[in-house]
């Protein structure tokens, strides 16, 4: 290319070179391959007449693998992600707009999935946990759920306290 990125690696005439290709981040969803493919990099010059002056231009062509046009690094799609869902008390969890209540669900390694816990009437989220990790402060608005693992989600629903505080005054009427 332009920016002659690759020009201290090119050989000069009779001086081929072999590089090794290794793939070091893989497609989202994909296993890293652990392949390395060989690039034989090959180069040919062409003179045309030579001058009496011995002055000329001389054309190099180089050639990769022989002229092969694909290299091909075949990545494995990863395993889906468990996903389960485990809810005490009376509420849901919402992922990706569909509601759940305690059950597995299988999504795609490297998704990112959106959840919202939502309690039913009369009971409030008490307490969430994703793989041990308390994440109650996060979770009743939308979070972001990235797939790189299984995952259980765990979340307790408990009936509210009444906001009414009512007070009792009990008489003394002699002290003994």
Not at 41 to 63: G, M, Q
Not at 112 to 134: D, P, R
Not at 140 to 162: R, W
Request: proline share 4%; charged share 25%.
């Amino acid at each position: 290319g332009k920016d002659e990125k690759m020009k201290e690696l090119l050989p000069i005439p009779g001086n081929d070179v072999t590089l090794t290709l290794k793939e070091v981040e893989a497609p989202k969803g994909y296993q890293l391959s652990n392949d390395t493919l060989p690039i034989i990099i090959r180069v040919k010059e062409k003179i045309e007449d030579v001058p009496k002056d011995h002055v000329y231009d001389a054309t190099w062509t180089y050639s990769f693998n022989d002229g092969e046009e694909e290299i091909v690094i075949t990545n494995k799609k990863k395993d889906p992600v468990t996903v389960q869902v485990v809810i005490s008390g009376s509420g849901y969890l919402n992922i990706d707009g569909v509601n759940y209540e305690s059950e597995t669900i299988l999504k795609e390694a490297d998704s990112t999935l959106i959840l919202k816990a939502t309690a039913a009437e009369g009971y409030q989220l008490n307490s969430a946990s994703i793989n041990g990790t308390n994440v109650l402060s996060v979770i009743g608005q939308d979070y972001s759920l990235f797939c790189d693992e299984n995952k259980t989600i765990v979340l307790a629903f408990t009936k509210k306290v009444s906001e009414t505080i009512t007070s009792y005054q009990i008489p003394i009427i002699g002290i003994e």
